[in-house]
């Protein structure tokens, strides 16, 4: 059905294309009217099919779980590389950002639409915020330890770790309110 | 701060990680200033505009590190968005200014308000996009490639000799090969047609594809975020021109059909195209305005709980204040242009700019995030066309006062656009290397005022010695405004098909966000573009498939950014020599 939906869409805007094709400056509204009109039946279509897999599709389910892990994994590995920060070398901590925070990070960005769905559209916008600034100091911490700015990749380490509890925290607080 | 050094890597410094120092606005000046006269000089000349992040980061690079020893990586990305705001100019005010000595108005204009005008509507397009950076970047995470690109060059040190290499490698290639082809298009269809000895392939499919290793870079980068684009293109030239001909539709001059490309693009698609990218953004902002309205309440209350991300930031206060000096100012612009404007008029192309730069920064914004493609030239003639429009209400104002009062506040909000999408890619890039985004804005703050006194007294010295619009300087940009507004005055503009773009665009941004404008963007580029484009996706889908994302990301995104930033060195390098040959 939702195949369906876009296929009318596409329809209607290649029809639609064509049409304006035919003249330099002039459209015909009489037959380009109705084909939009098909084509805002179609988008209306697919956005109803959305709205109703998205309360009760496995891969929400799927994906809040990937949200949920890669995000525990992220503080967890954060917490830890904070407690032995001192003894890791400064020019070594990039190895160790990118061995223990690179994927998490991915799969909980590629997973985060999801949100929207489950929690709505300020929520997603607060935990992201969070999450976004914590992964800004990761990185922050990647360029620091390349250049070999000890004090400043210590420091953004614990910033870091701050900023993700911070979204673990709005996570939490979103999955609360939605229960 | 004090140093001691490592055994293995390098030296290690105590203290804080410069970011805005003196050294990097001084180096950002000094770059910015070069691209910017080169690129200005290069766009009046050829017809191009080059964006100048991935240029000043790798000059900086060499400048900082290899001359200054100085070791950040968050500096050298100041320095570049310091230069690339300098330089942000010389493409906004190129697309417009030049119409108005085209058209005979040269002298009829105030310089002075010009210039201040183009500097605070830079200040403003930084402003508009304090809000937009979260939600495009932090929220969206489009992928900017050129910000991923100017990344990969700033982290290549760090990322060992093996990725300097790649990139290097790729620069290296792209230089010679943009060298030699110096911007042509490969014919392969009448290759094809000559050596079957019969025309078996028709012209209007168009199958020229421009020589740019920069343009496949960009489309490895953008990966699959750019496939919208292709099909816009493809639709156009292989579905769309196709059925016109079988249907016997295809536009006839002099009793001969129509059947070249260019012609078929500039007088059936592109304006579609260009009421895609209008119609596309309306439907895309209604859709975002939520998430916009989230972004600021989010940083609303980060602020109020000064948590440590609020100090990140410019305060949001700073976009309301926008706004309004948005508004004011562009309303003094358009009343002080020519005595005919008066009150009412110049509240209304005030009121209009001002929407304009916030509706035509999204639209560039998006568009250059998801395709590395700004269409600022198109946004500019919407621009002017609709303050041209005003002048005309309330009885109509003379033909010249109206078209210097609209150029003088168009290049305004065609600068502030150039700035916004300008430090959406910086921001983007920033975003990568962990720089500070208040640093950052604060750099195109100090950088954004130097570009538009270059660029005026640029315009100025090169229509003393050549004329714009002469052969010497024909000055393409201006000249398509310059028609546009012939047009306009003449009642010669294609608003129906704008519309009936509209709707298209909003029909495929409401199915799926984003799409309308880059579908659009197929419409309103050049084909040959959009072939060698699509080369570019074809190589990430494959190495994506075969070698897994990994791979992609260390060896194939590398020699991408080096690919991008060889043809454009190689560019700019073109427009100095130019420059001192015509001296």
Same mark, same amino acid.
């Given at each position: 059905m939702q195949m369906l939906a876009k296929l009318l869409v596409v329809i209607a805007f290649l029809a639609g294309a064509y049409l304006t094709s035919l003249h330099p400056t002039e459209v015909d509204w009489t037959a380009f009217g109705p084909i939009i009109i098909a084509g805002a039946l179609g988008v209306i279509m697919s956005k109803r099919l959305e709205a109703a897999a998205a309360k009760d599709d496995s891969v929400l389910a799927s994906n809040r779980q990937d949200l949920e892990d890669s995000l525990k994994n992220i503080v967890q590995n954060l917490s830890d590389l904070d407690g032995r920060k001192d003894k890791v070398p400064t020019y070594d901590m990039r190895f160790e950002i990118d061995k223990l925070f690179r994927e998490d990070l991915m799969r909980f960005a590629d997973a985060r639409e999801t949100m929207k769905h489950l929690y709505g559209v300020q929520a997603y916008a607060d935990i992201m915020s969070s999450f976004a600034a914590g992964e800004r100091y990761i990185n922050r911490v990647w360029s620091a330890s390349t250049d070999g700015y000890v004090d400043e990749v210590l420091t953004y380490v614990s910033k870091s770790l701050s900023q993700f509890k911070h979204a673990q925290e709005e996570f939490n607080k979103a999955v609360s309110s939605a229960r | 701060m004090s140093d001691q050094t490592a055994s293995q890597a390098g030296p290690i410094t105590k203290g804080a990680y410069p970011e805005l120092t003196p050294h990097a606005v001084i180096v950002g000046y000094f770059l910015g200033a070069i691209i910017a006269l080169s690129i200005g000089y290069a766009s009046l000349k050829l017809g191009f505009s080059i964006e100048g992040s991935e240029l000043a980061a790798i000059l900086g690079f060499g400048i900082l590190r290899g001359i200054l020893r100085r070791r950040s990586i968050v500096e050298n990305?100041? +320095?570049? +968005?310091?230069?690339?705001?300098?330089?942000?100019?010389?493409?906004?005010?190129?697309?417009?200014?030049?119409?108005?000595?085209?058209? !005979?108005? !040269?002298?009829?204009?105030?310089?002075?308000?010009? +210039?201040?005008?183009?500097? *605070?509507?830079?200040?403003?397009?930084?402003?508009?996009?304090?809000?937009?950076?979260?939600?495009?970047?932090?929220?969206?995470?489009?992928?900017?490639?050129? !910000?991923v690109a100017v990344a990969s060059i700033l982290k290549s040190p760090g990322a060992g000799v093996e990725k300097a290499k790649l990139l290097v490698a790729g620069a290296l290639v792209s230089a010679v090969v943009y060298f030699f082809s110096d911007g042509a298009d490969l014919e392969l269809f009448n290759i094809i047609n000559d050596v079957v000895g019969s025309e078996i392939l028709p012209p209007y499919l168009n199958g020229a594809w421009y020589i740019s290793l920069l343009t496949i870079g960009v489309g490895f980068i953008a990966g699959r975020g750019g496939v919208a684009f292709i099909i816009g293109g493809y639709v156009c030239y292989w579905l769309l021109a196709p059925m016109l001909d079988l249907t016997g539709m295809l536009p006839v001059v002099d009793g001969v059909k129509v059947t070249d490309p260019g012609t078929l693009r500039v007088t059936l698609f592109r304006p579609t195209g260009i009421g895609m990218l209008i119609g596309g953004a309306v439907i895309g902002v209604m859709f975002a305005l939520p998430l916009i309205k989230?972004?600021?309440?989010?940083?609303?209350?980060?602020?109020?709980?000064?948590?440590?991300?609020?100090?990140?930031?410019?305060?949001?206060?700073?976009?309301?204040?926008?706004? *309004?000096?948005?508004?004011?100012?562009?309303?003094?612009?358009?009343? +002080?242009?020519?005595?005919?404007?008066?009150?009412?008029?110049g509240i209304m192309m005030a009121v209009l700019g001002t929407l304009w730069i916030w509706m035509a920064g999204i639209i560039l914004s998006e568009a250059i995030g998801r395709t590395n493609w700004s269409p600022l030239s198109g946004m500019t003639l919407i621009a002017v066309t609709l303050l041209i429009i005003i002048t005309q209400s309330f009885g109509g104002m003379d033909t010249g006062p109206a078209i210097v009062a609209a150029i003088t506040v168009g290049a305004a909000t065609c600068v502030a656009m150039s700035q916004a999408t300008d430090l959406m890619l910086d921001l983007k890039t920033g975003y990568l290397v962990g720089a500070t985004p208040r640093m950052q804005q604060m750099g195109q703050f100090f950088g954004a005022w130097l570009g538009p006194i270059l660029i005026i007294v640029l315009i100025f010295v090169l229509n003393d010695a050549y004329g714009l619009g002469s052969d010497e300087l024909p000055a393409p940009q201006g000249e398509a405004l310059a028609s546009m507004v012939k047009g306009i005055t003449g009642g010669d503009v294609p608003t129906e098909k704008y519309v009936a773009g509209a709707a298209l665009g909003g029909l495929l941004t409401a199915l799926q966000g984003g799409l309308g404008i880059t579908v659009g963007l197929g419409f309103y580029l050049p084909f040959n573009i959009v072939l060698t484009y699509s080369l570019g996706t074809l190589l990430r889908e494959i190495s994506d498939r075969k070698k897994g994302k990994v791979w992609s990301d260390n060896y194939g995104i590398p020699i991408a950014a080096g690919m991008i930033v060889g043809e454009a060195l190689v560019g700019v390098v073109k427009a100095v020599l130019i420059i001192l040959a015509a001296n």
């Open positions: - | 990305n100041v +320095t570049q +968005t310091v230069a690339s705001a300098v330089n942000g100019a010389s493409s906004g005010m190129m697309f417009s200014v030049p119409a108005i000595f085209i058209l !005979g108005y !040269g002298y009829d204009f105030n310089p002075y308000v010009l +210039t201040f005008g183009a500097i *605070a509507g830079a200040f403003l397009g930084i402003a508009f996009i304090i809000p937009l950076r979260k939600q495009m970047i932090d929220f969206e995470r489009f992928t900017y490639p050129g !910000g989230s972004a600021i309440k989010s940083m609303q209350s980060s602020a109020k709980s000064e948590s440590a991300m609020s100090a990140d930031e410019m305060p949001i206060k700073l976009l309301y204040i926008a706004v *309004a000096g948005a508004a004011i100012l562009l309303g003094v612009m358009a009343i +002080t242009a020519n005595e005919q404007v008066g009150f009412a008029r």
